[in-house]
Nanobody, 115 residues
């Protein structure tokens, strides 16, 4: 069974930084794209950033230039470095990793940015 464990969320002032991590464990034969989503209260879950197996990245327009996604295939871990945080970045952040030809989700980690 595959599990994803997230860490790194918390409370930060506007302009601050946080780094999220998401590590996979279990019986893993193949890994594909890794991504981060977020869901703010009353809003739909949205894609924040994605990184392919080849290292290509894609970002939501709202986070371009502020957030950086990266991955460590040996550790089966995806990271999200978030800089210049804004109150509108407040949300629960979820990682998603394609493992063994299916999608797995993390449990979610709260990020709160105070003004």
């Amino acid at each position: 069974q595959v599990q994803l464990k997230e860490s790194g969320g918390g409370l930060v002032q506007a302009g601050g930084s946080l780094r999220l991590s998401c590590a996979a464990s279990g019986v893993i034969f193949s890994i594909n794209d890794m991504s981060w989503y977020r869901q703010a209260p009353g809003k739909q879950r949205e894609l924040v950033a994605l990184i392919t197996t080849g290292g290509n990245t894609n970002y939501a327009d709202s986070v371009k230039g502020r957030f950086t996604i990266s991955r460590d295939n040996a550790k089966i871990t995806v990271y999200l470095q978030m800089n210049s945080l804004r109150p509108e970045d407040t949300a629960v952040y979820y990682c998603n990793i394609a493992i063994n030809r299916r999608d797995y989700w993390g449990q979610g980690t709260q990020v709160t940015v105070s003004s």
